[in-house]
């Protein structure tokens, strides 16, 4: 199994080493939890974020609609001639 060497300060170790032992676990184990949970965060903002993409796109003239100021004027809008 592939492994990763980390370094923290002795502040931060010391402060893994207390939390590993309040919750009764390793310290191998408790920054695993960690690196999981912030791994399962990531999935979870890219899929929200294109949970997003695709329903404004799929609602695009609605939005328009509702925000015109917000829409970007097109090529020959706004251009001296």
């Known amino acids: 199994m592939p492994a990763l060497n980390v370094e923290f300060s ?5 402060d893994l080493r207390q939390i590993a032992k ?3 676990t390793s310290m ?12 399962a965060r990531h999935r979870a903002l890219q899929e929200g974020a294109e949970a997003f993409r695709t329903f ?8 328009a609609a509702a ?9 020959g809008e706004g251009r001296a001639a």
């Open 56 to 63: 404004f796109a799929a609602h695009a003239e609605e939005f």
């Open 10 to 14: 002795d502040r931060e170790l010391e």
């Open 22 to 24: 309040e919750r009764g």
């Open 28 to 39: 191998k184990a408790l920054v695993r939890e960690a690196a999981a949970a912030d791994i």
């Open 67 to 75: 925000f015109p100021e917000d829409e970007r004027p097109s090529s």
